[in-house]
């Protein structure tokens, strides 16, 4: 496709289960960055792929999170034993090279995390 | 580290009004700055960049922004705005070296009425 995708859209889950988040970047965009929306608190950055390695983790907000990129291209966040407080829209972004370039991120449509 | 302030959550404007929405960041170094706009039900996308030369950068539908070193400064302008403009602005900087990325300021949600 021409654009970040992300899979699935929308995912509700009960507190305490796992989800699986899917980000398919832009074709050859070496660079993957992943953030949470949440109402009124603008984006916070989570993780970035430079690759398949992450330089930057800095962003997880707690060890229940975790990603991962694999052959460059897809990736996966995880987020175990869900709480409310993981609710929020996650979002996808890939840029054709590293973070500290000038080159635009492009974003996907995110996926809404309900927990209840 | 670095950090971006939108000093303005929630603006509401009518049609033909001028628009400025300010954005400071703190970084000691050389930066690249940047507006994201998400209109509703659509993705984040680029509205203009700056990284070097003129500061007066000029973007898409007539957005322009300054960028003002002194100031740490890069506030998103349009002299006149129209209903579809009614969106969430995002400023987001990063450092121009190491592998620091971008951060995103907390929005401002722009409303226009007729």
């Known amino acids: 496709g021409a654009g970040v995708s992300q899979s699935p859209s929308n995912k509700v889950t009960e507190k305490g289960k796992d989800v699986e988040l899917r980000c398919d970047p832009i074709?050859?965009?070496?660079?993957l960055y992943w953030y949470r929306q949440s109402l009124g608190q603008g984006l916070e950055f989570l993780i970035y792929f430079q690759g398949n390695s992450a330089p930057d983790k800095s962003g997880l907000p707690s060890d229940r999170f975790s990603a991962e990129r694999t052959g460059g291209s897809v990736s996966t966040l995880t987020i175990q034993r869900t709480q409310q407080e993981d609710s929020a829209v996650y979002l996808c972004a890939s840029s054709f090279r590293g973070a500290h370039s000038r080159d635009e991120q492009y974003f996907g449509p995110g996926t809404r995390l309900t927990v209840t | 580290a670095q950090s971006v302030s939108q000093h303005n959550h929630h603006v509401i404007l009518s049609e033909a009004a001028s628009l400025e929405l300010g954005c400071n960041y703190s970084y000691g170094g050389t930066v690249n700055l940047f507006w994201y706009v998400q209109y509703p039900g659509q993705h984040l996308q680029l509205l203009l960049k700056?990284?070097?030369?003129?500061?007066l950068v000029k973007g898409i539908k007539g957005f322009e922004a300054e960028f003002i070193k002194s100031k740490f400064s890069f506030n998103l302008r349009k002299p006149s705005v129209q209903w579809s403009d009614t969106a969430e602005y995002f400023c987001?900087?990063?450092?121009?070296?190491?592998?620091?990325?971008?951060?995103f300021g907390k929005g401002t949600r722009l409303s226009v009425i007729a």
């Open positions: 074709s050859g965009h070496t660079a």
């Open positions: 700056y990284f070097s030369g003129d500061p």
């Open positions: 987001a900087v990063n450092a121009k070296s190491g592998n620091t990325p971008l951060v």
